[in-house]
């Protein structure tokens, strides 16, 4: 019966290991709930079948101290790991943000402003297309918009189109 109990814990690593290659992507992932997995299974099995196996008390609650001593400290470390990515994300997001900031601002007001009613690009539109659906599917807007420097800034006046 015990080494049933150790086979079945065996296949159940390598189910484990398979399972999380096939539903999670990063490696740091998958290794995260297979080192988890091993800790905990391998705690439960010393801890209810440990003198069935022939080991001592004494050895397996040394082995249990030892065993919960690991998991606190890759707890700890997972934890300082994604602390310390999740900050070095956020500084990339803030800077990402601060450098393309006031590039997306002109944009952004270009396109608002370029289809208000009272300015003079509309009668360009007019003049040019039937309706603005024809314009966005055009292929001038689309190679205009396709052209956009996002390196300078742009005057709220000038529109993609001439």
Known sequence: ?????????????????????????????????????????ALFLLFFKGTDFGITENYIYNLITTILGILITVTLIDTIYNYINNKKEEAYRKTALRLLKMPIYTYCINWFYLYQED????????????????????????????????????????????
Do not use: A, C
């Open 1 to 41: 019966m015990n080494i049933i109990i150790l086979i079945f814990w065996i296949f159940s690593l390598i189910l484990i290991w398979l399972m999380s290659n096939k539903f999670f992507n990063k490696i740091e992932v998958q290794g995260r709930i297979f080192i988890y997995y091993v800790l905990v299974s």
């Open 119 to 162: 300015s003079p690009q509309n009668t360009i539109i007019n003049e040019n297309f039937k309706s603005l659906e024809d314009f966005f599917y055009s292929d001038d807007f689309f190679s205009k918009v396709r052209s956009f420097d996002f390196n300078r800034h742009i005057s709220m006046m000038k529109v993609l189109i001439k």
